[in-house]
């Protein structure tokens, strides 16, 4: 795999940049701000495949796999938030990948 091809697991190359997965469940004013489409757009420019979703306590979650990198990049973009917005708190847990998603989605 030295030529950047992947095996099913998702490792490019090396195997360094083995896909991974997190969840991110985000607290404070982050509905109806436009956060899930800001997290849409930041899981995109990650390289990243999973979904967002508000929930009825008012929190917003994020399932997103990747690269690491894509992950953290998406994970500060979630933690700063878009300019509407007023992230309080913000929890992560890295998970094991379910290999299910092909996109980054809004889920209702």
């Not at 099913?8 to 997190?22: F, L, T």
């Not at 489409?37 to 917003?60: I, K, P, Q, T, Y």
């Not at 796999?65 to 890295?94: C, I």
């Amino acid at each position: 795999m030295a030529d950047g091809s992947t095996d099913p697991q998702g490792r490019i190359g090396d195997g360094r940049s083995e896909r991974r997965a997190v969840h991110l469940l985000v607290s404070g004013r982050v509905q109806g701000v436009g956060f899930r489409s800001f997290v849409v757009g930041a899981a995109r420019e990650a390289g990243v495949v999973g979904w967002v979703r508000n929930l009825e306590d008012g929190r917003v979650e994020v399932w997103a796999e990747g690269p690491p990198g894509g992950l953290e990049r998406l994970s500060q973009a979630v933690r700063s938030g878009p300019r509407h917005a007023e992230v309080q708190s913000m929890t992560r847990t890295d998970e094991e990948t379910r290999g299910a998603f092909h996109a980054f989605e809004v889920r209702i």
